[in-house]
């Protein structure tokens, strides 16, 4: 598999800046900036919304192409149902329309999909066809693509709280056996590698109750562009500049070296 070219302004080929050797494993996005791209343009934010999808598209193929396993793409907060009834209704059956419209291409290239968070106040016509894709992909061993749905990372530490104590109570557990890893096989995320990378655009500087368990040792990534302005450019540049981070983890080593930002390449 190849990434291809990307040119940067100075027509530099950015591709050939990535380490093939240290491209991440699971690499976490939260997708923000549609409503704001769509107003800026006069448009209403629900346009934003199915811009959004089409970067969406490109994103997956390029992170697939890059050698990446796992993508996991915040879709939903639980704090979204606080937005007018209008857009809420808008998401939620796009979600649908995108799923029915995709799923078969998603199969074809060995793509599995998988649905995080709670599902129980979706539509049943939402919920059938999350659970069809979700059989109809489950072999596909080649790429993981994870949409965080009425996600939020408080309910996922709450709720898995909630199981430990249950267990500890029923007399399955002891509460001395209760470490990260129990704590971890709680997570909807079970069994998953935490995210090396996080993404997030539009110059937003905040975690908005993503994740909030896996990405303890994340690199963050913040992109000034809004979502539907989003390209595998853009994407590229956050590789690198993961690629440029000295992952200490607590310890000593070695000083970082230039990040992608400071260094000429930039356009
Ligand atoms: C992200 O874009 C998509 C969802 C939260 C569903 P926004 O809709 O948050 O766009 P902005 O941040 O208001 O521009
Ligand atoms: C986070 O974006 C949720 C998603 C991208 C689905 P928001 O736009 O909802 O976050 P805030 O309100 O800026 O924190
Ligand atoms: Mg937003």
Same mark, same amino acid.
Not at 123 to 143: C, R, V
Not at 252 to 263: G, N, Q, T, V
């Given at each position: 598999?190849?990434?291809?070219?990307?040119?940067?302004?100075?027509?530099?080929?950015?591709?050939?800046?990535?380490?093939? @050797?240290?491209?991440?494993?699971?690499?976490? /996005?939260?997708?923000?900036?549609?409503?704001?791209?769509?107003?800026?343009?006069?448009?209403?934010?629900?346009?934003?919304?199915?811009?959004? %999808?089409? %970067?969406?598209?490109?994103? /997956?193929?390029?992170?697939?192409?890059?050698?990446?396993?796992?993508?996991?793409?915040?879709?939903?907060?639980?704090?979204?149902?606080?937005?007018?009834?209008?857009?809420?209704?808008?998401? /939620?059956?796009?979600?649908?329309?995108?799923?029915?419209?995709? /799923?078969?291409?998603?199969?074809?290239?060995?793509?599995?999909?998988? *649905?995080?968070?709670?599902?129980?106040?979706?539509?049943?016509?939402?919920?059938?066809?999350?659970?069809?894709?979700?059989?109809?992909? @489950?072999?596909?061993?080649?790429?993981?693509?994870?949409?965080?749905?009425?996600?939020?990372?408080?309910?996922?530490? %709450?709720?898995?709280?909630?199981?430990?104590?249950?267990?500890?109570?029923?007399?399955?557990?002891?509460?001395?056996? %209760?470490?990260?890893?129990?704590?971890?096989?709680?997570?909807?995320?079970?069994?998953?590698?935490?995210?090396?990378?996080?993404?997030?655009?539009?110059?937003?500087?905040?975690?908005?109750?993503?994740?909030?368990?896996?990405?303890?040792? &994340?690199?963050?990534?913040?992109?000034?562009?809004?979502?539907?302005?989003?390209?595998?450019? =853009?994407?590229?540049?956050?590789?690198?500049?993961?690629?440029?981070?000295?992952?200490?983890?607590?310890?000593?080593?070695?000083?970082?070296? =230039?990040? *992608?930002?400071?260094?000429?390449?930039? &356009?």
């Amino acid at each position: 598999m190849s990434l291809g070219e990307i040119f940067d302004k100075k027509n530099n080929d950015l591709s050939k800046r990535i380490d093939k @050797k240290k491209v991440p494993e699971h690499v976490a /996005i939260i997708m923000d900036g549609n409503g704001r791209w769509a107003t800026k343009k006069g448009l209403p934010r629900t346009y934003g919304h199915k811009q959004g %999808v089409s %970067v969406l598209k490109k994103i /997956i193929k390029a992170s697939k192409n890059l050698g990446c396993k796992v993508l996991t793409v915040y879709a939903f907060s639980t704090e979204n149902w606080t937005r007018p009834s209008k857009e809420v209704n808008f998401l /939620i059956n796009l979600f649908s329309e995108v799923l029915r419209n995709q /799923i078969e291409e998603i199969h074809e290239e060995a793509t599995r999909i998988k *649905f995080i968070g709670d599902l129980t106040p979706f539509p049943e016509t939402l919920k059938k066809i999350i659970s069809s894709s979700e059989s109809l992909t @489950k072999n596909n061993n080649d790429f993981l693509f994870n949409v965080c749905v009425n996600y939020g990372g408080r309910q996922e530490i %709450v709720k898995a709280a909630r199981e430990l104590a249950l267990k500890s109570s029923s007399g399955e557990i002891k509460p001395s056996e %209760v470490n990260e890893e129990l704590f971890n096989s709680e997570l909807l995320t079970r069994g998953l590698k935490d995210p090396e990378l996080l993404i997030r655009t539009s110059g937003e500087k905040r975690l908005s109750n993503f994740l909030l368990w896996q990405l303890a040792y &994340s690199e963050i990534y913040i992109s000034d562009v809004l979502w539907p302005e989003f390209n595998e450019y =853009e994407f590229l540049k956050a590789i690198i500049d993961y690629q440029s981070r000295n992952r200490r983890f607590g310890g000593i080593e070695s000083l970082p070296k =230039e990040s *992608f930002e400071d260094s000429q390449c930039s &356009s």
